[in-house]
């Protein structure tokens, strides 16, 4: 079989069956050994691990502290490292550099080579635990002089599983499946297609009082590619069941191998690194709940790379060289039937769309107008000013009064079919903060009509809202629901009740937040700023238990880890549609933009900073002086490619288009920032949180603003705050009561908010 054909896929089920043999169970290196040795073990205060050393290789086996204090078995005994035939692992201790919180060990292990010959190669483990953390990280690292050849056959290699329990088929049928919960990982579109997010899976099992969470450090595997495994395309964070004799069955929980590409893993280094964490815990909860704890147990393991893309400049600077490019008429700026307007994508830049130039969308307009808004009251400028101010006279023509609706295109019939996050962003949040500013009482009234025809698309889907509707009669089109949009509607209603005083609005919006927090989980992924401008809405009512569950969910969506194939760093932005595998500018700024007012409104989290710490710096890497596909024009340089490449999409970075209607988000960035306030030190974040609620232009900018100081380094650090906004006169900093002078000194890891008169 040639390797380019080859493709093995197993049973797509959330919990894979894996068969029987004539021979038994085929479970590679997790077959039951004889232990020969004394156990090694390593444990903090609720967790032990036990690694034996048997006929098979060596394998561990999970301890939880119960209820009384004594240890219970948290997993089976005889839990490979790396699971599959070429992966029993011989060895023992590497005495010389073992510590107290620190097990290495090393051995050698037999598999074939590509060619088919015996391979004999060395490896190397490490199983540790910091001071004070719950979680154990393990790496096994195989040092291979040649190519190894996996055997792919019943079953496929190399999988990280973690066998837990012994389970009645009857029973799992019974009650016993409904007394566990399940997170698994990527996330998934509505329709099933999954994406490559978040590498970790959590369980809670209620019969047996244990919940299980592991988290995969893909940063680390960097041999994953299309000769074997090309990461999320193969694997998914989740379960896995082994039929047994006598209607049993073994269940297991890890990286769960479903399809491979491929059967070599390279010469070299091959390293899998991986987290693990178990304790007691006999409650069973509901999966709002399981989502919380997981997402609080995890955030300590994001690790921030402190690094700058060399091209990295000021997001001033990019600001200034954006407004000048979406100037340019032809390759941005466009006029149709009389009416100016914006491209979506730069003049031929897309390899996948191509745009006639006779018509324009309300998302690209949108995009650009809300940010200008606020940025030509810090910056005057007659030239792009005239240019908003045209583009806001075309916004009055995207309201389709027969429909009482707002069309996504200028130029449009009346028999559309709407993709739902499109009118939600655009119509209900962007549109009528784009009125608010400008004073147009005439925008406020569209929008007022645009959300009363949501509201009837609301109450006829029970604020299950599908992908695609018909917006002639509300009918659903495709099986797709979006159940994350109530997000964007949820916060449409607040900002209609702000405009208005009309408390049906408010009470819209409660309703589906509501909804949100009561599906299931893994149903609310699509826009990941949908989830984001739920939770913003769910601070707003009161509701903070629900604010946080919606960021959390959030959470999933995000890159927690480099992609080892690409040049660029991933690591921080956030995937900019449930499957779609790639990071996108826009959605990547949009998807926290809501979090400088959740912050303001009191609810801040650590990770929250770190993340957006992370894309302050590694959003550069969308533009042209940084791109790695050189070959690509420098065209319009300052509008950000819409795509990273990501191993998933073998690497093809900037193929979607330089995104106009993502060239907003630059502007943002800078608001954010750097334009109300700057420190001297690059290395501190300072951001402003005063943004989404800027109704009136006339106030903007406010002579009160408001920010959070972080420090995401592991050093105590001094900063030099500026209010560029002040001009000449010196700015009032406070911190509570406390007035801050001179330097303010922040400690590694924290945060202060401040508080800046002028």
Known sequence: MKRRSFLKVTASLSSPIMSLSASGLDLGSTRVPETTGKPWELSNPDQRLVITQGGAGLSYQSFVRDAKGSWQQGSLAHNGLVSGPSFNLKGGLNAGTTSPRTLSLAGHATARAADGSRLVYPWSSEFSNEPGSPWFRLETTLHLPRDLRLQQKESLEPQIILWLSHTSTMMEGQSASWRRILLAQPTCNSLGSPGND????????ANRGIETMMYFDFSDMGWMSLRNIPRFLGYHCTTASVLEPNGNQRLGVGLILRRATGDILPAGNVRFSWYLLQRRFPKLITEQAAVARWMEALMPLFREKLDWPPCAASW??????????????????????GHRGLRAYVK???ELWHESGNNFELMTVADVLWPSMLYLKIHPDPAYQQVIDDLLATLPHFYDADLETLSNDLVHGNKQVADSWYPFENGLIKYPMIGSLAGSKQLVENFISAYQTATR???????????YFRTDNLEQE????????????AWGGLIAHRLTGNERYREAARRAVKVMTTVRAASLFHEPQELAFGAL???????????????YEQLRMFYWYGDPSQKHDIRGMVQAAASILYPAFKENVEAMLPWTAIMKRGLVLDILLRLMDQQRRNNFYFFDACHTAAEKPALLPFVPYENLGTLELGGQTGNVGKEIYGSGEVL????????LGSVRDRELLLVNLDLIDAFDAGKFPPRELEFILFNP???????????????????????????????ISISAGKFIRIKASY
């Not at 943002?668 to 920032?673: G, I, R, V």
């Open 457 to 467: 698309l609301a109450h006829r889907y029970n604020n299950l809202f599908p992908i």
């Open 668 to 675: 943002w960035s800078y608001l954010m920032f750097e334009a």
């Open 348 to 350: 031929q830049t897309s």
């Open 713 to 743: 380094t592991d050093q105590d650090r001094e900063a030099a705050i500026n209010i560029p906004v002040a001009g000449s006169t010196p700015a009032k900093l406070m911190t509570g009561q406390e007035q801050l002078r001179g330097a």
């Open 316 to 337: 001033k600077e990019f600001a200034e060289g954006m407004v000048q490019d979406v100037q340019k008429p032809g390759v941005a700026l466009i006029t149709v039937n």
């Open 478 to 489: 495709g099986a797709g629901t979006n159940y994350a949009v109530g997000g964007l509607y």
């Open 198 to 205: 978040l590498p970790s899976v959590y369980l809670l099992d």
């Open 537 to 551: 809405a769910a601070l707003d009512l009161g509701l903070q238990e629900s604010a946080r569950y919606l960021l």
